[in-house]
């Protein structure tokens, strides 16, 4: 959604609970405790669209390996592909 809905991007900036649950992850209220406030997805400038959905396939591999909790500021602008040539 972060490559393809523009009202879904400010949410995911502003909000990021409000966005994963839009999303449609389903967390239970001790999951959603222990995650809060979701800091590792923080970005202060979130990449363009076009910079995610060239970089889908590395994202969601990036994203869904253990090294993603190493380092996974992956979505920031300008930083994204540097991110995800280092794994």
Request: contains cysteine; positive net charge; proline residues 3%.
């Amino acid at each position: 959604m972060l490559s393809t809905n523009d009202r879904f991007r400010p949410l995911f900036t502003h909000n990021r609970h409000a966005a994963l649950v839009q999303a449609g992850c389903k967390l239970s209220d001790e999951q959603q405790r222990a995650t809060r406030p979701f800091s590792c997805l923080s970005v202060d400038k979130l990449a363009s669209r076009s910079d995610i959905a060239a970089a889908r396939e590395a994202l969601k591999a990036h994203l869904t390996s253990s090294a993603s909790h190493t380092n996974p500021h992956a979505l920031e602008g300008g930083a994204m592909h540097a991110v995800l040539r280092q794994n």
